[in-house]
């Protein structure tokens, strides 16, 4: 094989290898990134007083969950979270409402959140995920009706400022809160 021949292999190789070690280190810092967002906003995340928590307040693995009622991939993964719930007593889940498609998504997150202190929430979360078809407020309030929640309560509730504050500590840097 000419020498010229092995220069080029080698330096294909030299190039393919640093090609390697530049993805790796790009991955690397991507994930610290990542790390410090989460440790910087830990607080926001698992253990702020707006979130709804289900399984157990007390325990000592965390699962949270960013939400939205009208996701076709959340209403997949919502009965493995509640067996995980169920079957774990170390599971503390944390709710985060994210509607992020549409006016439809934000009206039942916000009635979702305003169940909060009428102690059916997980209930409600868990029949609004497995009633068929597209998630609205007036699909929500009915199935609140049907757990004996006061729906005269939710929908007074659901335009507080807490909820609309809840929804913001989700993703305060969008604006897809319609109604703040």
């Known amino acids: 094989m000419p020498r010229s021949f092995r220069l080029l292999i080698l330096l294909g190789l030299g190039g393919l290898l640093s090609l390697i070690v530049a993805y790796e280190g790009v991955f690397y810092l991507r994930s610290m990134r990542q790390e410090r967002g989460i440790a910087s906003h830990a607080d926001q995340i698992f253990r702020s007083s707006t979130s709804f928590v289900a399984g157990n307040p007390k325990g000592d693995v965390s699962v949270v969950a960013f939400l939205d009622y009208n996701c076709p991939y959340c209403r997949q993964g919502a009965p493995d979270l509640a067996k995980l719930v169920e079957q774990d007593s170390k599971v503390r889940l944390v709710v985060k409402e994210l509607p992020v498609l549409g006016k439809d998504s934000e009206e039942v997150a916000r009635i979702a959140l305003a169940a909060i202190p009428q102690g ?12 068929p078809g597209h998630a609205t407020k007036a699909k929500a309030l ?39």
Not at 120 to 131: G, Y
Not at 146 to 157: C, F, K, P, V
Request: aromatic share 6%.
């Open 142 to 180: 009915r199935i609140a009706s049907e757990l004996g929640l006061d729906t005269a309560r939710l929908e007074a509730d659901m335009d507080e400022p807490s909820v609309t504050a809840a929804l913001l500590e989700a993703c305060p840097s969008t604006s897809w809160v319609t109604r703040c």
């Open 120 to 131: 059916k929430s997980f209930e409600l979360h868990q029949r609004l995920f497995a009633e």
